[in-house]
Structures are given as structure tokens and as C-alpha cells.
């Protein structure tokens, strides 16, 4: 039985995913959470208190607690605000971990900041630190340029974080690529362990029945993009496939996008929104395209299930969670040929690869689901059977399991290599060395 720290500055396990800083991390730190809490594990979670009536520590499922940590105002704040409140998270963290009863086994970080945050205290009490970064800074920086509003700061930390880390969860080969090109990482303490979905909350319902509950067209090619709605995401590019498909290809496909900060499509609350909308328009699709807004865990089944085939087409993506769930709800899936979409997404079996910003071959991919039902049923019988063999939550628990118990191992030999070194010579071996 280990107790296990899971950090996570930014990314609650309480929030609902789907606005703008509330995502794939969130779902991943959840899971893991629960996962590793079945297996037999203490698990806390630390996340900064963005809301003033929450607790500082909240029970949040058995063998699950959530600490709030203290840390800047207790309000909402966009991630690339954060990094100067991490001294404070550190220092919250590094007594919090130190006035324990039961001493904590393993610090699992997760996003840079929360590296920085533990990196201290994990050095400071001699615990192992296992690092998963989501998304790394120089990547990042590669693609959205100048739209990069985190500092270069963010560099030097990463650089340190792959050097002080006691093991690196890269979330896909791509990202253990990037830490060997791009950081000079130690091959030797990546482990690449997937991200997942739960079969409990997602699995196939039958197409015309989840059309039926969301009152969706039932006989209308229905194209699904959900998740984040943010410029990375590429949503603009789908919509500008599926512009492409009524031009070239003389097809219609209704457009759904769920996602934002609210339950209702509100361009106020998410400035995205209008912004795509103005695009759809430009693309003589606006009658095309609807948005939903954000919905909860318990709906997004319905919305897999009863898409005819699910896009994703961001310009990077470090996993890509979404296009996993859609393949455990029976839906064949065209992303882009980027990170962990290249690793899940089989192309011409689960579904296809297109290039990101890249709407003409969207659109191809699009008209060849769209006049081959067949296909589509292939493809998202044997996307079904790839998620339920490989990407389950539980797998990825018992794989971070093994992950800590090489950074405990690596912890060991590091401490007993440290006392050794500092252990005084007795007279009979100076003597022998004389």
C-alpha cells in the first residue's frame, strides 16, 4: 500500500472539463486518482483553491482526498498567470507533506508548475519525484508562437525538471521523442504510459437511440468535435472541411461542437464561440454548424455514440484524450497526425490521419465516410476493441504503479550511494589504503 501525492497546480479533479483551462489534465488527474485509490493506494491530490468556500482538505472519494492549497487569491486565474504563485504552492506543499503521520512514498507532478512547486520539498523530505509535463514549453512554443503567453522562464524549469525528476511519464512516444531532442532527457528514466478512458462511463449506445435522446436529425451525417474550445484545438479547421465537403464534394454534414465555459453556447462566456461562428458564416456553412456548450461526463456517450464519425484536428496535441473516447463509444475518428493522436488513431483501421490546417484533406477523409457506411462500421468496431484492450484507466494505474516503484527503487540506490559516499573511513581501512 502506497501513498501517493499527486500534484496538479491548475487542473482539479472536481472541475467539469470542457472550458477553457479544464481539460484532458483534469480527467487524467481524476482518474489516476480513482484508479490508484482501487489498487490500494493514499492518494492526495494538491490543486490551488480558485474558489474561496472551498475546504482546504475535502474527502473526495474513498482513499481520494483533494487539498486545496493556498496560493494567490481564491478566484479563478488562467494558467499562464500562475507561475508566480508557485513558491507559495511549494512552500503550502512542502509543510503540508512534512506534518504527516504517515510519511508519503512518491510525488507525482503533473504540468511544469507543478514540478516547480514540488520539486523543493521532494529533495527536502528525500521522496522520489515522478514528473508527467501534458505539454511542454518549447513544443508549445513551435506552433503557437507569439500566441504562447507563457514566459521563457518556462524553459529553464522544464530543463531542470528533466534533470532532477526521478522518473518522466511520457504520455506517447512523440513525447518521449521531444524529451530526448528538445530537453536532452535521460532515456533511461522515461517510461511512456499512456492516458485512458473508463469502459464504466463510456461504451457504444446504439446510434438512432442517443440521436433520439439528443434530438438530433436522425438520418443526417453528423460530424462531432468536442473538447476544449480553444485556438489550438484546430476547430476552425474542421470548420473549414466542412465547408470544402458542400463545395468540392456536393455533401452536407451537420457540425456539432461541444464545449465551453457554459451549458449553454454563450459567445460572452466563451469568446470562442463567436469567433468560429463568424468563420462558419465566411464558410457558407453557419446553417451547418451547431454548438452545444459544455456538458457533463455522464452526457458525452450520447454525443460519441450518436456522431457518425468524430474530428479532431489540433495543431499539437501531447495525448488527445477525446479521440480515445470516442473509439470506446464505437465511432471511428480523422485527427491529425500529431502526438498521441498518431499513437491511438490507427489510420485506415480506427479511422484517418490528416495534417493539421489542412481542411481540403479533412474533406476527403470526410466524403469517403460520408458515401461508405460500411467503413464507418469497421472502423468503429475495431476502434472500440483497440480502446478496451490497450487505453483503459486501469492499465494506465497499474503502469504508473510500476513507474513508481522504479522511482523508489532509483530513490534507494541514489540515498544508499549518498551514504555511502559521506560514510567515514575507520582506522583499518585508512591504514589498508596506505
Known amino acids: 500500500m502506497r501513498k501517493i501525492a499527486l500534484v496538479s497546480e491548475h487542473a482539479s479533479p472536481l472541475a467539469l472539463a470542457g472550458s477553457v483551462d479544464s481539460g484532458g489534465q483534469n480527467i487524467y488527474v481524476a482518474n489516476v486518482a480513482r484508479q490508484l485509490a482501487r489498487r490500494g493506494c493514499e492518494v492526495d491530490v494538491f490543486t490551488r483553491r480558485d474558489r474561496s468556500f472551498l475546504p482546504t482538505v475535502f474527502q473526495w472519494q474513498p482513499g481520494v482526498r483533494v487539498i486545496h492549497v493556498p496560493a494567490g487569491p481564491s478566484q479563478f486565474l488562467p494558467k499562464e498567470q500562475l507561475l508566480p504563485l508557485m513558491p507559495a504552492f511549494g512552500a503550502f506543499l512542502n509543510e ?76 506517447c512516444v512523440q513525447d518521449r521523442d521531444d524529451l530526448l531532442t528538445l530537453y536532452d532527457a535521460d532515456s533511461r528514466k522515461i517510461d511512456v504510459v499512456p492516458c485512458g478512458f473508463d469502459p464504466d462511463e463510456l461504451m457504444p449506445v446504439e446510434r438512432t437511440q442517443a440521436r433520439a435522446q439528443l434530438g438530433w436529425n436522425r438520418d443526417e451525417f453528423a460530424v462531432l468535435q468536442l473538447g476544449r474550445l480553444v485556438p489550438r484545438k484546430g476547430i476552425d479547421n474542421v470548420i473549414r472541411g466542412i465547408g470544402v465537403l458542400k ?128 467503413l464507418r462500421r469497421t472502423f468503429g468496431e475495431a476502434g472500440r476493441l483497440r480502446a478496451n484492450r490497450s487505453f483503459t484507466w486501469s492499465q494506465v494505474a497499474c503502469g504508473l504503479m510500476d513507474v513508481y516503484e522504479r522511482a523508489l527503487q532509483s530513490e534507494r540506490i541514489r540515498t544508499g550511494a549518498a551514504l555511502h559516499a559521506a560514510m567515514p573511513l575507520n582506522n583499518e581501512v585508512v591504514s589498508a589504503l596506505r
Open 96 to 171: 503540508f507533506l512534512d506534518g504527516q503521520t504517515r510519511p508519503y512514498d512518491v510525488v507525482h507532478a503533473n504540468f511544469f508548475m507543478s514540478g516547480q512547486a514540488a520539486l523543493y520539498p521532494a529533495r527536502n523530505l528525500g521522496l522520489p519525484l515522478v514528473m508527467t509535463f501534458h505539454a511542454l514549453g518549447r513544443v508549445r512554443r513551435q506552433h503557437q508562437r507569439e500566441s504562447d503567453l507563457f514566459p521563457d522562464e518556462r524553459f529553464a524549469i522544464e530543463d531542470e525538471l528533466v534533470e532532477e525528476s526521478t522518473r518522466i511519464v511520457a504520455e
Open 247 to 374: 463545395r468540392r464534394h456536393a455533401l452536407k454534414a451537420r457540425l456539432y461542437v461541444v464545449g465551453g465555459n457554459s451549458p449553454s453556447p454563450n459567445p460572452i462566456a466563451t469568446p470562442e464561440i463567436a469567433r468560429l461562428s463568424e468563420l462558419a458564416e465566411q464558410e457558407g456553412v453557419g446553417d451547418l454548424v451547431t454548438f452545444v456548450g459544455r456538458r457533463n461526463r455522464s452526457a458525452l456517450r450520447l454525443y460519441y455514440s450518436a456522431a457518425d464519425v468524430f474530428v479532431t484536428t489540433p495543431w499539437y496535441e501531447p495525448f488527445g484524450i477525446t479521440p480515445l473516447e470516442a473509439m470506446a463509444c464505437g465511432t471511428p475518428v480523422i485527427g491529425s497526425s500529431v502526438g498521441g493522436i498518431r499513437s491511438t488513431v490507427l489510420d485506415g483501421i480506427t479511422g484517418f490521419h490528416v495534417p493539421p490546417e489542412d481542411p481540403e484533406a479533412l474533406a476527403d477523409r470526410l466524403a469517403r465516410l460520408h458515401r461508405d457506411a460500411g
